[in-house]
């Protein structure tokens, strides 16, 4: 939390926080143009916000795009805002679920979001906790149930006895233990039928632990992307606290997961 706060505490970083609240997904170049700020300027507040985990980077190709990260604001708002309950601190908690938003860009026809956290594990053991029904099932109350070959078929299935798959998709990308790709239909209708939404699972190590990046890309309303805002986190949060604890969370965070943000 102290590279946290040393972060938002200059002006300068801050504003480059909200222009990618504002418009996420943007290269060195675009911020720079928005902001009328040189390129070196630019690239050493970008380094302090990413050492931070409040910037997190994405490569296309040859460009880099840079994310707001929520994971550490979500965190000041359980520590420190959750705790009191006052009328007048409601409008703080807001902010946690605008900097979860993502905003299209002129050039995209979908918004995308992108999550990252930080857990004390073994990238073998983030692999199993991502696509063991298990275990899946504990912190998200959901089976994930794949061979988890690439082109295999996956399916979400609650686990309070009604059988009923939420999710649907297939397994694009498998490489044990690091790199995960499916696609995320949570609305198959075939009267109707749509480009599903596409998830990518990146588990690289960090020093000594792991870093999980969550890409959500292909996203077919802003509907949806609210409700992935609210949902990953709450996921993510529950898979980390098993993980490092060996317990789940007290609140069942998958109420708010990805598979339900249509059902309010």
Known sequence: MELVFKALADPT????????REQNGQTLRELCERLDMARQSATQHLDILKQANLVSVVRRGRERLHYLNPGPIH????????????????????IKH?????????????????????????AEQVWQALTDADLTARYWGHANISDWQPGSTWEHRRVDGSGVIDVTGQVVEAEPPTRLVITFDDAPDPESPREPSVVTFLVEPHQDIIRLTVTHENLPTQEMLNGISDGWPAVLANLKSLLETGQ????APWEMSPAREEEG
């Open 13 to 20: 970083r801050r504003l480059l926080l909200d222009r990618l």
């Open 75 to 94: 965190e000041i708002e359980e520590r420190w805002i959750s705790g009191f309950d006052m009328p007048r601190l409601q409008t703080i908690s807001a």
């Open 98 to 122: 605008q900097a979860e938003e993502y905003a299209m860009s002129n050039q995209q026809t979908v918004p995308s979001y992108v999550y990252v956290t930080y857990i004390r594990a073994s």
């Open 248 to 251: 789940v969370l007290p609140q």
